[in-house]
């Protein structure tokens, strides 16, 4: 999986939501968010995982703290299936970064 498969000769597919049972799907949620809140991640994120149903179940891969953000992306693609529109997820991630910065604590000066 590199740049020519995901951007040039199209031979990359989406499988969204993911061939998986849903006792997985639900695991992986679970997992994904386990793990963003462990690294203390802040913002938009998409969380990885490798599937193996015959030997070792569900991996964990990586975050990606700075996934793909054109309107093809697998980021923005994952939540337009959920129903979420590319324009009303931009105005989301805005809404929230903002909230996020009026919420945080000034940072104090040390001497």
Known sequence: YDYEDKYVDGSSTMVIPAAVPEAVAEEMRALALRAYRALRCDGLARVDFFYDADDRGLVFNEINTLPGFTPYSMFPSLWAATG???PELID????????RHRHR???RRLR
């Open 105 to 107: 604590q000034p940072h």
């Open 84 to 86: 979420l529109p590319y």
């Open 92 to 99: 989301e991630l805005v809404r929230l970064a903002i909230a």
